[in-house]
């Protein structure tokens, strides 16, 4: 037995798929299923029930499973001894969220001294969720509503995945000086109807869709008010800070933008509640830098 057959084993389980684990692994999807027949030859037993869609394991293959893993973190201890240690990576997906790359960059030169690889990827919470189950980010930071929890439980159950709340906020209208509801502290959800909207690149989980329970089940979607659409957050600011227009967003920012002279406007009768978190594959234990940046943002979100 080999470590590249337990290495190919563990990543082939992990992704549920052999030509997931290829790309993964930078190989091809026949010598994947090669490796792990010979594996399979050599202990015995069937570690993987083959399917249209993709591998699960076996009981015989979720035994194995936990021993192979085992042996793969000890061979990473075993490296750092010998003065071979790999790298730590901390590789991130996000819904666009100016406050929390705010953050990211205030962790980056926290950590400057460390020998840490980034990445930071801005996508939908539905792209995310593929992210996170094809490894190619080890942790995703989404915004969920309270009501899309049990649709959104299911799709992460199907792909292995789990939420975790970190805070608790609510939906608001964000306004530059421009906008005639500056100086507001509050408005009735039914104002949205008349205002023009700039809002991120939805999808099914967008706050934007489902911003809470309004008042006569208005949704901004289908309000017609929607004037520009954009996958960057910059673009939401600046039209914030230059235009008229407003933006669906949560009050989890609100202090963050007083210095582009924007203003988060409650909008009243809520009955309901966005969770912001992050998600992370169910099987893994997140890395030592992954749980020091979530530490360190739970921090600073107090």
Same mark, same amino acid.
């Given at each position: 037995?080999?470590?590249?057959?337990?290495?190919?084993?563990?990543?082939?389980?992990?992704?549920?798929?052999?030509?997931?684990?290829?790309?993964?692994?930078?190989?091809?999807?026949?010598?994947?299923?090669?490796?792990?027949?010979?594996?399979?030859?050599?202990?015995?037993?069937?570690?993987?029930?083959?399917?249209?869609?993709?591998?699960?394991?076996?009981?015989?293959?979720?035994?194995?499973?936990?021993?192979?893993?085992?042996?793969?973190?000890?061979?990473?201890?075993?490296?750092?001894?010998?003065?071979?240690?790999?790298?730590?990576?901390?590789?991130?997906?996000?819904?666009?969220?100016?406050?929390?790359?705010?953050?990211?960059?205030?962790?980056?030169?926290?950590?400057?001294?460390?020998?840490?690889?980034?990445?930071?990827?801005?996508?939908?919470?539905?792209?995310?969720?593929?992210?996170?189950?094809?490894?190619?980010?080890?942790?995703?930071?989404?915004?969920?509503?309270?009501?899309?929890?049990?649709?959104?439980?299911?799709?992460?159950?199907?792909?292995? @995945? !789990?939420?975790?709340? +970190?805070?608790?906020?609510?939906?608001? #209208? $964000?306004? *530059? %000086?421009?906008?005639?509801?500056?100086?507001?502290?509050?408005?009735?959800?039914?104002?949205?109807?008349?205002?023009?909207?700039?809002?991120?690149?939805?999808?099914?989980?967008?706050?934007?869709?489902?911003?809470?329970?309004?008042?006569?089940?208005?949704?901004?979607?289908?309000?017609?008010?929607?004037?520009?659409?954009?996958?960057?957050?910059?673009?939401?600011?600046?039209? @914030? !800070?230059?235009?008229? +227009?407003?933006?669906?967003?949560?009050? #989890? $920012?609100? *202090? %963050?933008?007083?210095?582009?002279?924007?203003?988060?406007?409650?909008?009243?009768?809520?009955?309901?509640?966005?969770?912001?978190?992050?998600?992370?594959?169910?099987?893994?234990?997140?890395?030592?830098?992954?749980?020091?940046?979530?530490?360190?943002?739970?921090?600073?979100?107090?």
């Amino acid at each position: 037995m080999e470590l590249k057959q337990l290495q190919f084993f563990v990543v082939s389980a992990d992704m549920g798929s052999f030509k997931r684990a290829a790309d993964v692994l930078y190989t091809t999807q026949p010598h994947v299923s090669k490796i792990i027949k010979m594996l399979e030859t050599e202990l015995k037993v069937e570690l993987f029930n083959r399917n249209a869609v993709g591998v699960e394991l076996t009981e015989e293959g979720k035994k194995i499973y936990t021993q192979a893993g085992a042996i793969m973190q000890k061979m990473d201890l075993i490296r750092q001894v010998g003065g071979e240690r790999p790298r730590q990576k901390l590789y991130i997906s996000s819904v666009p969220n100016s406050r929390l790359v705010e953050i990211f960059s205030l962790f980056c030169q926290l950590k400057k001294d460390d020998d840490l690889q980034y990445q930071f990827l801005e996508a939908t919470v539905e792209e995310i969720m593929g992210h996170m189950h094809h490894h190619t980010s080890e942790i995703g930071f989404v915004f969920i509503s309270r009501r899309q929890q049990a649709g959104f439980a299911h799709q992460l159950e199907h792909k292995k @995945l !789990e939420f975790v709340s +970190m805070k608790k906020t609510k939906p608001c #209208l $964000l306004v *530059g %000086r421009n906008s005639p509801l500056y100086g507001l502290g509050s408005v009735d959800p039914s104002v949205l109807q008349t205002v023009k909207l700039v809002q991120t690149r939805e999808d099914f989980y967008s706050i934007s869709v489902h911003p809470g329970h309004l008042k006569e089940d208005i949704s901004v979607r289908h309000s017609g008010q929607t004037v520009v659409h954009t996958n960057s957050d910059s673009v939401v600011t600046s039209l @914030l !800070e230059h235009t008229d +227009m407003g933006t669906v967003s949560c009050d #989890l $920012l609100a *202090g %963050r933008f007083e210095r582009h002279n924007l203003r988060a406007i409650s909008l009243t009768d809520m009955k309901d509640s966005i969770h912001f978190g992050y998600i992370k594959r169910k099987r893994d234990e997140l890395s030592p830098a992954a749980a020091q940046f979530v530490d360190y943002l739970g921090k600073v979100l107090k």
